[in-house]
Nanobody, 120 residues
Framework: QVQLVESGGGLVQAGGSLRLSCAAS????????MGWYRQAPGKQRDLVAT???????NYADSVKGRFTISRDNGKNTVYLQMNSLKFDDTAVYYC??????????????WGQGTQVTVSV
């Protein structure tokens, strides 16, 4: 079992910045992927960015060049630096972790969600 605790959400003006953090604990495999997903009101949950333990990253086109995902493996913590925020970035942001073990990916683990609101 894995537990994910998020922090850093809030209200910010368009063009501003926020930094989200997510600390993982529990049964974390040597090979794993952590990431951020978001869900806007009335919409499905979509991928924002992912990062492997070795630092390989993937971003949604809508955030590329503005958001930066990083992780501290010693602290089992993933971060999302969000710059040049737009109104359309308003959503609940969820931390995600998946383990790889016994030749297969394990289940998704999710944080509690943190609200990011960008005012115009």
């Amino acid at each position: 079992q894995v537990q994910l605790v998020e922090s850093g959400g809030g209200l910010v003006q368009a063009g501003g910045s926020l930094r989200l953090s997510c600390a993982a604990s529990g049964s974390i495999s040597s090979i794993n992927v952590m990431g951020w997903y978001r869900q806007a009101p009335g919409k499905q949950r979509d991928l924002v960015a992912t990062i492997t333990k070795s630092g390989f990253t993937n971003y949604a086109d809508s955030v590329k060049g503005r958001f930066t995902i990083s992780r501290d493996n010693g602290k089992n913590t993933v971060y999302l630096q969000m710059n040049s925020l737009k109104f359309d970035d308003t959503a609940v942001y969820y931390c995600n972790l998946r383990n790889f073990r016994v030749m297969a990916w394990g289940p998704d683990y999710w944080g509690q969600g943190t609200q990011v609101t960008v005012s115009v």
